[in-house]
């Protein structure tokens, strides 16, 4: 059973950061290590040629991540990446990313998982990512 809901994960990044747009957010499934969201991109998150830029797909990567170490191990602020490796497998265009993080192993001191960063309307992968997190040692 996760120790955070998805309304528990959205009212936490609120509140630790403001600017976070947890708005832009809707949950798909959140289970014991696994954590499913949606992320609507605007015209912000575009690069020239029309498509999300690298840096939104990393940051909801990440993101995903972080739901899913605190998912698991409950509202720790402290949690921190430690390793983030990206590939970028096609170029998505405007719209939402879909994106589906799964931890791989949850110890005292380090947090491993994948990402898989798809586009709203497609099952190809758009990007893919190994993710470490540390996990402070006073929860």
């Known amino acids: ?10 009212e936490f990044l609120r509140g630790l950061f403001p600017g ?4 832009r957010y809707s949950f798909e499934t959140v289970e014991d290590g ?11 998150d575009l690069r020239p ?16 991540m972080y739901f899913a170490v605190l998912s698991a191990i ?10 983030l490796n990206i590939n970028f497998l096609r170029k998505p265009g405007p719209g939402d990313l ?6 791989l192993k949850l110890g005292q001191k380090l947090a491993v998982g994948e990402v898989y960063v798809r586009t709203g309307d497609g099952p190809d992968l758009v990007a ?6 540390s996990i402070p040692p006073e929860r």
Not at 34 to 44: A, D, G, H, K, L
Not at 98 to 103: G, K, Q
Not at 128 to 133: E, N, P, R
């Open 1 to 10: 059973m996760p120790k955070m809901t998805a309304n528990d994960l959205l």
């Open 20 to 23: 976070s747009l947890p708005d």
């Open 34 to 44: 696994r954590i499913v969201f949606r992320f609507r991109t605007t015209e912000n």
């Open 49 to 64: 040629g029309g498509t999300v830029s690298g840096a939104v797909i990393m940051a909801v990567a990440d993101v995903g």
């Open 74 to 83: 409950g509202p720790v602020a402290l949690a921190v990446t430690t390793n």
């Open 98 to 103: 879909v994106v589906d993080t799964r931890l």
């Open 128 to 133: 893919h990512a190994t993710v470490t997190y």
